[in-house]
């Protein structure tokens, strides 16, 4: 039986660097639904160029796109023994979904993770951020810096700022979570393996609270 480990947060509150080491740790795959979305939209896929206006107005792409490709992804083999999903769920129905979907195959929730930071501390790690346009690894120009400038250290990519890190779809980013996502956390909130996770502080010392959390989660 597989149990998928779940994420919820803010955008920025670094819930892609944290489910990165996580995955890693546990040897389950990363499912980012925004990695897959604009894999898409690099690869020119039919979803992609649907999702690509959508994404970069800071707004949430449609549910039935997003259902659908996190099932084709859990069909794989490689999520046999559960994933450590990014990004999703982020709406109400989503979870609805993915409830119906673990049913289906007898599988559950290992734990739901929820990560939380004030605002400023979101707005300033979402304006610093840098992605490697390559493999993806997360960087921050103050805080995880990399050692040559505008350079990935793990495969040398060239490190990008997303375009829906600007500061007027930042904002955008952050009413549609307080709107459509921040219900989650009721929705999860009862649940035995909810656990609130404080996102203060060094990248280090939240994934040691996180990993405390999952082990505490069972
Ligand atoms: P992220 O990389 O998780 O910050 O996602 C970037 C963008 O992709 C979001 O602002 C949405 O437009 C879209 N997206 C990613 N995941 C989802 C999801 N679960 N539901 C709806 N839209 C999503």
Redesign the pocket.
Same mark, same amino acid.
């Given at each position: 039986m597989a149990k998928h480990l779940i994420f919820l947060g803010a &955008?920025g509150v670094g819930? !892609?660097t944290q489910a990165q080491r996580l995955a890693q740790l546990m040897d389950l795959p990363h499912v980012? @639904?925004? +990695?897959m #979305?604009?894999a898409s939209i690099q690869s020119g896929r039919e979803i992609g160029l649907r =999702?690509a206006a959508?994404?970069e107005s !800071? =707004? #949430?792409?449609g +549910?039935e796109i997003?259902i659908g490709i996190v099932g084709e992804r859990l069909s794989l083999p490689d999520a046999a023994a559960g994933v450590v999903f990014? !990004?999703? &769920? %982020? @709406?109400i129905h989503?979870a609805h979904a993915l409830d119906t979907l673990l049913a289906a195959h007898g599988d559950e929730i290992g734990a739901v993770l929820h990560l939380d930071l004030d605002d400023e501390g979101i707005v300033e790690r979402l304006s610093g951020r840098r992605v490697c346009s390559k493999c993806g690894a997360i960087y921050h120009i103050r805080y995880h810096a990399p050692a040559a400038y505008g350079v990935c250290d793990l495969c040398g990519g060239a490190l990008l700022q997303r375009d +829906?890190d600007q500061p007027a779809i930042i904002r955008k %980013?952050l009413a549609?979570y307080q709107a459509e996502t921040a219900p989650l956390i009721a929705y999860y909130h009862e649940r035995p393996t909810y656990r609130l996770v404080s996102g203060e502080g060094e990248a280090d010392e939240v994934f040691s609270r996180i990993v405390k959390a999952v082990g505490a989660a069972g």
């Open positions: &955008p819930k !892609g980012s @639904t925004g +990695d #979305l604009r =999702a959508v994404m !800071g =707004a #949430l792409v +549910d997003i990014d !990004g999703f &769920p %982020r @709406t989503q +829906d %980013r549609v």
